[in-house]
C-alpha cells in the first residue's frame, strides 16, 4: 500500500470522529452508530461479492454468529465482553469457512450459492429462535452496566468512536487486500474462474480465503451491534433484514470497491431516516425505499454511485 | 524421456469418441503443432493436458511425471500454461491488470508483479495499451493478452489454442515472430493452428489429429504431403483427384 491508497481512509476517519463534538443529540449518534455498524457488515459482504463476485444472500448468518457469541458468552458464562467479541469475530469466520468450504467444494456459484447462503442463515434463525440457549423466542437481554471495561460506555460519543475506528480498520484491511495477491486473485475468479484457474490460481483456496476474512467482518458487525444495542433475539440477529443490508449497500454504492459500501450504507440510511421523518412510521417504508433504489440503480447504469462520481470528475 | 509425452489417451463423452488413443510427445525447446480439421478433438486434448478434464483413460507425461489430471492450478505452478481459443479475459479489469494475475504466480508482491506484467506486454506488443479495460480490444488486442496472461506465469511448456484464428495475414505476420520469440527465450510451445501460413512457417514437427486419432506425425512439408492427411480435410478419395491419378 502507498500514502495515496490510505490517506482517503486517514482523512474519512478523521472527519468522522469529528462528529461526537458537533453533534450530542441521542439520536443522531445513533443513527450514526447504526449506519457505521451496517457499513461493517457491508464491507464484509463487500470482500465475498464485491471483489469476489460471490453473491451470498445470508450474510446474516455471520451477523448473528458474532451477535449471538458476543452476547450468549457473556450472558450465560460471565466471559470478558471484549473476550466475547474476538470469540464471536472467530466463530463467524469459522462458520464462514465452513459454509465456504461445503458450497464451494462442490462447485456452486451464482444463484446456487446465493440460495445456499440464505438456506444457512434461516436453519440458524429457527434455531436460535428454538433453543434455551440463546434465550429462544424471548431473546436474550444484555445487563446493562456502563463501564468501558464493560464494553459499554456512559456516553454514546465513545461507542460510536470504537464502531469508528474498527470500520476505519475494515477499509484498510479491504484496500490491503485490494492491493494484495489475493486480492487479485480474487477478483481474478469474479471476473473469470476458468481463466483464473488457467493461470495458475487456485479459486477453491482463494474463494475459501474471501468468505472467512467476509465473514469476519459481518461478524464483528454483529457483535458491535449486541454490545449497543444489548439486546438480540433470532429475527434481529440471523434475520433477512442484515443480509439485505449488507448486499444492498455496496451494490448501491459500489461493489468491489473500497469506499462503496460507506457510500452506499450512509445514503440508505439518510434516505430511510428522512422517508420516516416525512411521512411518519410507517411499517416497512424503508424497505419499499430501499427496494425503489435498488431498481433504480440496476436498471441505470453507470453500475453504481462511486463509479458515477469518478465519471463525473 | 521427453518433455511431454501424451500416452494412449482416449476422452468419451457419451457415445462419442472425442480423443481416441492418441499418442505424440513434444520435445524440448521445440515449437510443435497440433493441427486437423474442425471437431477432430484438438481441444479436447489441451484440456485434458493442461487438467481442465480428466482423460477416460491414458497418461500424460511432463519430463518423466505422470501430470494426468492435476488440477490447472498445480500444472500452471509447475510451468505449464495454456491459452483459450475463446479468449477468456478478465474482462472488467485493464490490460495490466490482466497480465499481472499471471504474473502473480511466482511474484507476491504487488510491484513485481506489475513490473513482470509490463515486462510481458512488451513481449507481446501491448505496451501502447497497458491502461484500457481488456474489453475494449480488438479480436488480435485480446489474442496478445492471453498469451500475455499465460507467459506472465513464466511457463516451461505453453499451450496456445489457436491465438491466429480470427486474425487478417497482416496480424498473423504480426503474431508470428512474437511465438518464435517466446520459443527463443526457453519456452517451449505446442499449438493448435488452423493458419497453415503460420504452422508451415513455425512448426518443426506437426502431430494431425482427425476424428479423434493422431493420423500423421512429421514435418510440416512432410504432413502436407501425406494422403491421409489431405483426405481428413477434404473428403475420402481427395488424395488421388488431386494428384491428378483419377478423374472425377
Known sequence: MTARDVWPILLFGAVAALLPVFVTAGTLLNFAIFTLIICLAAQGWNILGGFGGQYSFGHAAFFGTGAYT??????????????????????AAIVGWIIGFLSFRSGLR?????????????????????VEFTGGAAGLLIP?????????????GWFYLVVLALVVLALLMTRALERSRLGAQLVAVRENEDAARAVGVDALRVKLSAITLSAAMTGAAGGLYAQYFLYLDSTIAYGTWISVEALLAPIIGGAGTVFGPVIGAVILHTLAEVTRMMVGRIPGIDLVIFGVLLILVVRFPPRNLLAWLRGRR | MSFLEIRNVSMRFGGLMAVS????????????????????????????VSGFQKPTSGQVLWRGKEITSRPPHVLAAEGLSRTFQIVQPFAGLSVRENIAVGAFLRHRRRADAIALAEQVAEQVGLTAELDKPAAALTVSGRKRVELGKALATQPKLLLLDEVLAGLNPSEVRDIVPVVRAIRDSGVTVLMIEHVMQAVMNLCESVHVLAQGRIIASGTPAEVVATPAVVEAYLGHGAATRLSGGAHA
Open chain 1, 70 to 91: 458476543a452476547a450468549v458468552l457473556q450472558v450465560r458464562y460471565g466471559v470478558n465482553p471484549y473476550v466475547t467479541f474476538l470469540a464471536g469475530i472467530a466463530l
Open chain 1, 110 to 130: 451464482g444463484s446456487y450459492f446465493a440460495l445456499v447462503t440464505l438456506a444457512f442463515a434461516e436453519v440458524f434463525r429457527v434455531l436460535s429462535n428454538a
Open chain 1, 144 to 156: 446493562l452496566d456502563a463501564r468501558a471495561a464493560n464494553f459499554q460506555f456512559e456516553s454514546r
Open chain 2, 21 to 48: 488413443d492418441a499418442s505424440f510427445d513434444v520435445a524440448e525447446g521445440s515449437i510443435t503443432g497440433l493441427i486437423g480439421p474442425n471437431g477432430a478433438g484438438k481441444t479436447t486434448l489441451f484440456a485434458i
